[in-house]
C-alpha cells in the first residue's frame, strides 16, 4: 500500500536565511543618511507653497525594490521546497523498462502540449513524466504514477544505450529522461530497435539476482517512430527471447499518418523552414513483437492519445516489491507552486523594474 502525506514547505539551507537580518541594517543606513542631507541657504520660504510632484514623491522607490530585491535572492539562496512525503509498503508492484527512440525523425514537429507545437521526444518526456511521477499538480489528472514499481530507461538510435537500472527513484530516473537528446550526428543515427529490446530485456532479468523476492511481472514500454534499420539482431528475434523469460513488450508507434513537419535549415536563408516528410513506421513488425510476448500493440498520433495509451498500460497486473519510504521535493526557486511563479523569476522581475524605474524615469538630470 502507498500512504501520500503533504509536508510544510521547508527549506534546503536554511543558513541562508540569517542573511536577512541584514536587511533592516541596510534600509536603516540607507533612509537615516538621507535625512541628514542638507545645503547652507538663506531662507527656504519661498519654496513652501511648491507642491511636490509625483517623481519627488517616489524617489524612495528604486531603494525599496532593490531591497525586496535582495530578500527574494537570499529567500532563492536558500532553496524553499514544496515536499510530499511517500511511504510505499509491501504491495503490488511491477517492474518496468521504459525504452525511448531517439533517432533524428523524431525531431517532427507533429504532437502539441498546451497548445503549442512541439517535437516528439518532447511529448514522450511530458507524458513518461505523468506516467512515472503521476500529475498530482494538475486538474485533470488522469495518471496517478508508478510510485510501487521498479522503474528503467533505455534509450537508442543507431545503438542502445542503458541510461537508468530499474530503481524506485523516478525523479532520478525522470531527470535523466529529461536530458536524452535527438541524434544528430549521422554516425549515431538509426533506428536499433531489436538491440534495443535486448538491452531492456537482460536488465529486466538481471533483477531476479538483486532482489529478495522474485519478479513475476516485467514489462518493456518500447516507443519509436520508425523502422529497425540498425543493430545486430533482428527485433522478432530479441522479442522472442524476452518472451521466453516472461517478459511482455508493449509497443507504442509514435507519430501522424501520411506526413509531419520537420524542422530544417534553409540552405539559402540560413534559418528553420518546415518540411513535410512521409511518416514511415512498421506497425506490422510491432504488432508481432507485442503478439510474440502477450501484450498489446499502440499507436499515438497526439499528445491526447499518447496519455490514453499510458492509462490503458496503467490497468497492468501487479505484484510485490519492496517497499520503501521517500519524500518527493519541488524546488520552489526554479519551479512554479500554485500558479506562484519561480523565486528567481521574482528576482530578475524586481531587478529589472527598479533599473526601468531609475534610469527611464527617475533619472537625475545632469
Given amino acids: 500500500m502507498e500512504a501520500v502525506?503533504?509536508?510544510?514547505?521547508?527549506?534546503?539551507?536554511?543558513?541562508?536565511?540569517?542573511?536577512?537580518?541584514?536587511?533592516p541594517i541596510l534600509a536603516w543606513r540607507r533612509w537615516s543618511r538621507a535625512g541628514d542631507q542638507s545645503i547652507a541657504f538663506s531662507s527656504l520660504d519661498f519654496g513652501g507653497p511648491l507642491p511636490r510632484t509625483l517623481r519627488q514623491r517616489l524617489m524612495w522607490l528604486p531603494d525599496v525594490l532593490m531591497l525586496l530585491t535582495l530578500v527574494a535572492l537570499i529567500i532563492a539562496l536558500a532553496r524553499p521546497r514544496d515536499g510530499r512525503e511517500r511511504t510505499v509498503s509491501q504491495s503490488e508492484?511491477?517492474?518496468?523498462?521504459?525504452?525511448?527512440?531517439?533517432?533524428?525523425?523524431?525531431?517532427?514537429?507533429?504532437?502539441?502540449?498546451?497548445?503549442?507545437?512541439?517535437?516528439?521526444?518532447?511529448?514522450i518526456k511530458n507524458v513518461v513524466g505523468k506516467f512515472v511521477l503521476g500529475d498530482d499538480f494538475s486538474t485533470d489528472t488522469k495518471l496517478a504514477g508508478r510510485f510501487n514499481d521498479l522503474v528503467g530507461?533505455?534509450?537508442?538510435?543507431?545503438?542502445?544505450?542503458?541510461?537508468?537500472?530499474?530503481?524506485?527513484?523516478?525523479?532520478?530516473?525522470?531527470?535523466?529522461?529529461?536530458e536524452v537528446r535527438i541524434a544528430?550526428?549521422?554516425?549515431?543515427?538509426?533506428?536499433?530497435?531489436?538491440?534495443?529490446?535486448?538491452?531492456?530485456?537482460?536488465?529486466?532479468?538481471?533483477?531476479?539476482?538483486?532482489?529478495?523476492?522474485?519478479?513475476?511481472?516485467?514489462?518493456v514500454i518500447l516507443l519509436t517512430d520508425g523502422e529497425s534499420n540498425a543493430g545486430?539482431?533482428?527485433?522478432?528475434?530479441?522479442?522472442?527471447?524476452?518472451?521466453k523469460l516472461g517478459i511482455k513488450i508493449y509497443t507504442i508507434g509514435v507519430g501522424t499518418r501520411g506526413e509531419a513537419p520537420?524542422?530544417?535549415?534553409?540552405?539559402?536563408?540560413?534559418?528553420?523552414?518546415?518540411?513535410?516528410?512521409q511518416v514511415n513506421i512498421d506497425e506490422e513488425t510491432l504488432q508481432k513483437i507485442s503478439a510474440v510476448t502477450d501484450a498489446k500493440s499502440f499507436r499515438a498520433t497526439d499528445t491526447d492519445s499518447l496519455e490514453a495509451i499510458y492509462q490503458s498500460i496503467d490497468e497492468l497486473e501487479k505484484t510485490e516489491v519492496e517497499s520503501q519510504q521517500y519524500v518527493d521535493y519541488r524546488e520552489l526557486a526554479v519551479q512554479k507552486h500554485a500558479g506562484f511563479p519561480p523565486w528567481l523569476r521574482i528576482v530578475l522581475m524586481?531587478?529589472?523594474?527598479?533599473?526601468?524605474?531609475?534610469k527611464l524615469w527617475l533619472r537625475a538630470l545632469a
Fill in 153 to 178: 530507461l533505455a534509450t537508442f538510435a543507431g545503438y542502445a544505450d542503458a541510461i537508468t537500472p530499474p530503481t524506485l527513484d523516478h525523479a532520478f530516473l525522470i531527470g535523466n529522461l529529461n
Fill in 93 to 123: 508492484g511491477i517492474a518496468i523498462e521504459l525504452v525511448v527512440d531517439r533517432s533524428s525523425s523524431m525531431q517532427a514537429m507533429d504532437f502539441k502540449i498546451d497548445g503549442q507545437r512541439v517535437d516528439r521526444l518532447a511529448a
Fill in 350 to 358: 524586481l531587478l529589472t523594474t527598479r533599473v526601468l524605474i531609475q
Fill in 5 to 23: 502525506s503533504g509536508k510544510m514547505p521547508e527549506f534546503h539551507s536554511p543558513h541562508f536565511l540569517w542573511l536577512l537580518l541584514v536587511i
Fill in 184 to 219: 544528430e550526428r549521422q554516425d549515431e543515427d538509426g533506428t536499433a530497435i531489436g538491440d534495443a529490446i535486448a538491452l531492456a530485456t537482460e536488465k529486466l532479468n538481471a533483477l531476479d539476482a538483486r532482489q529478495d523476492k522474485k519478479i513475476k511481472s516485467k514489462i
Fill in 232 to 243: 545486430t539482431l533482428e527485433p522478432l528475434e530479441a522479442a522472442e527471447l524476452a518472451a
Fill in 262 to 277: 520537420v524542422p530544417v535549415i534553409d540552405p539559402f536563408t540560413g534559418r528553420q523552414v518546415f518540411r513535410s516528410m
